[in-house]
Nanobody
Framework: QVQVVESGGDLVQAGGSLRLSCAAS????????MGWYRQAPGKERELVAS???????KYADSVKGRFTISRDRNKNTVSLQMNSLKPEDTAVYYC?????????????WGQGTQVTVSS
């Protein structure tokens, strides 16, 4: 079994910072892409940032220059440093990992962590 668990969501004022963390555990042979998605009320889930096993990163245009994704391959963790937060960043943030369990490659999701940015 594989578990993906996020932490770090909170209520913060506009202009503030938060750091989200995500850890994958269980029957893991290797992890390909790890990423952060978010879903605001009434909106579809969207990609915020992703990082490949080789360290290649991608960012949504709305967060470029403000958010930074990083990962620790040895610990199977990924983090999202969020600076200069805006009210429109308010959403549930989900961690996603493409994990090879040795049997198959599957996409695993965390349960989500709430980020609320007040104006």
């Amino acid at each position: 079994q594989v578990q993906v668990v996020e932490s770090g969501g909170d209520l913060v004022q506009a202009g503030g910072s938060l750091r989200l963390s995500c850890a994958a555990s269980g029957s893991i042979f290797s992890i390909n892409v790890m990423g952060w998605y978010r879903q605001a009320p009434g909106k579809e889930r969207e990609l915020v940032a992703s990082i490949s096993s080789g360290g290649t990163t991608k960012y949504a245009d709305s967060v470029k220059g403000r958010f930074t994704i990083s990962r620790d391959r040895n610990k199977n963790t990924v983090s999202l440093q969020m600076n200069s937060l805006k009210p429109e960043d308010t959403a549930v943030y989900y961690c996603n990992a493409d994990i090879n369990t040795g049997w198959r490659l599957d996409s695993f999701w965390g349960q989500g962590t709430q980020v609320t940015v007040s104006s």
